[in-house]
């Protein structure tokens, strides 16, 4: 069989494999746009629409204290900023800090890139993200370090 | 269907069935088989220390070949799957059935590329060759690895993670579809029913591509699916009894011996043949290349 012909049936192939996932998931996107807009319209007069993970959130850090996180969309992209660090007396100092940018959400379920702090050096690690009522679940998984934050809005 | 198909899941459910599949299968199902095959080796009076010499060196390529994947994975791999995920991907896709079994297709697909370009290219050949090299046929020779059968790899399966693909599920799929091949190594299954043989990589051709008789050279490539070497122009059927090993045979179960023999061969290749061109040409020609 001639070159030309394997890289043409090959493309052919990865084109159509990669291709279904895809063009599932813009119509998914389409029609959940679709209803979204639906209710958004619905709601006009009571309160202008904004992301579903937009506000304060608060994790309790066992024997390390808390953290109250806020998350705002800033350029278009929704990102994190820790605002608040508490300690276990209940002390507590203000922050800025910039910890996290969400890269993907899409029906309660998203991923994202968390900085997480340990021994005074910043990693930047990926992660996903699972929406349940008013808990927001993130877990990672970064070279064995694995944990599952519950992150409760307030 | 395609409501359910579309249907998000979750990652713990996903990781979890993969597991039932790719790493116990090892013992609900790859070890009995290959207890059965050393009892059929017995009744049939094939039980011979070659026999099980071969097998104990086949699983100590796999603990190297392990070794080797774990320090790639660690020093640049996982890192690189990750860079590309988040700057070279198309928009990345949600995790669903029809992503997985797409995924899942397109490792198969890869895996026949960097299967065929093992066999093709002599620096290929020189690490997949020591899979070829056992004259024995069972369970513990799909375990026999050479040292840089984890590098080809990585050159199919960054496009897919390119695809938009979850790199985590771009590794499992290349799993599965290694454990899948994993259950081809045998001699007690025949032929499967005709649709089966059809579409899917079976035993029967399977050791096809084990084979070292002339017609069976370079055929049957494929993982999952054998429709790849249909469509593609590889696919030979088992006629002639199949003989396994390699046209020039080791004669060896020193594990060492059989792990470098490979690349020591294509070394004393590129040692022996003149000119700079010349030996490069060794590692990228097809194994039976020599310059003029």
Redesign the interface.
């Known amino acids: 069989?001639s070159n030309i012909k394997?890289i043409s049936?090959?493309t052919f192939?990865?084109i159509v494999?990669?291709g279904?996932?895809?063009f599932?998931?813009t119509n998914?996107i389409n029609v959940s746009n679709y209803k979204e807009k639906e209710v958004v319209k619905e709601e006009t007069t009571i309160k202008v629409s904004k992301h579903p993970l937009e506000g304060k959130w608060k994790v309790d850090y066992r024997e390390e204290g808390s953290v109250m996180y806020q998350l705002k969309m800033e350029h278009n992209k929704l990102v994190g900023y820790s605002i608040k660090l508490m300690d276990v007396k209940g002390q507590f100092t203000s922050d800025h800090t910039k910890i996290f940018t969400l890269?993907?959400f899409?029906?309660n379920?998203g991923?994202g890139?968390y900085s997480v702090a340990y021994k005074n050096k910043i990693y930047d690690i990926?992660c996903?993200l699972?929406l349940k009522s008013s808990e927001l679940y993130v877990?990672y998984d970064y070279?064995g370090y694995k944990d599952t934050e519950i992150w409760k809005r307030q | 269907m395609?409501e359910f198909?579309?249907k998000?899941l979750?990652?713990v459910d996903v990781e979890y069935w993969f597991s039932i599949f790719n790493d116990w299968s090892l013992v609900y199902l790859i070890i009995p088989f290959f207890i059965v095959e050393l009892v059929r080796y017995k009744i049939q009076d094939r039980l011979s220390k070659d026999v099980i010499f071969d097998s104990i060196a086949n699983v100590i390529t796999l603990g190297a070949f392990v070794t080797i994947e774990y320090i790639i994975g660690?020093l640049f791999a996982?890192k690189l799957y990750?860079w590309v995920?988040?700057n070279l991907s198309?928009?990345?896709?949600?995790?669903?059935w029809?992503?997985i079994i797409?995924c899942v297709?397109?490792a198969d697909?890869a895996y026949y590329?960097d299967h065929r370009m093992m066999h093709r290219i002599g620096i290929g050949w020189a690490t997949h060759t020591v899979h070829h090299s056992s004259p024995h046929f069972n369970m513990s020779v799909a375990y026999r690895f050479g040292p840089l059968d984890a590098v080809f790899p990585l050159l199919f399966s960054i496009p897919i993670v390119m695809?938009?693909f979850d790199p985590i599920l771009v590794l499992l799929s290349e799993v599965f579809v290694q454990v899948f091949q994993t259950l081809l190594h045998t001699e007690m299954i025949k032929k499967l029913p005709k649709p089966i043989e059809y579409i899917f990589n079976t035993p029967s051709h399977h050791r096809v591509h084990h084979g070292s008789n002339r017609q069976y050279w370079d055929k049957n490539y494929g993982g999952i699916l054998i429709i790849w070497d249909r469509?593609?122009?590889t696919f030979e059927p088992e006629v002639e009894t199949v003989r396994y090993g390699i046209d020039k045979p080791i004669n060896s179960n020193n594990p060492f011996v059989i792990f470098f023999h490979g690349l020591q061969r294509l070394g004393k290749k590129v040692a022996t043949t003149k000119g700079f061109i010349n030996k490069l040409l060794c590692l990228i020609k097809p194994p039976g290349w020599e310059s003029k």
């Open positions: 069989m394997l049936i090959s192939i990865i494999l990669a279904i996932p895809h599932l998931e998914t890269t993907s899409i029906n379920k991923k890139i990926p996903k699972e877990s070279y | 395609i198909l579309n998000e979750n990652w660690i996982t990750f995920h988040y198309l928009p990345h896709l949600p995790l669903n029809i992503t797409c297709l397109l697909f590329w695809l938009g469509i593609l122009g």
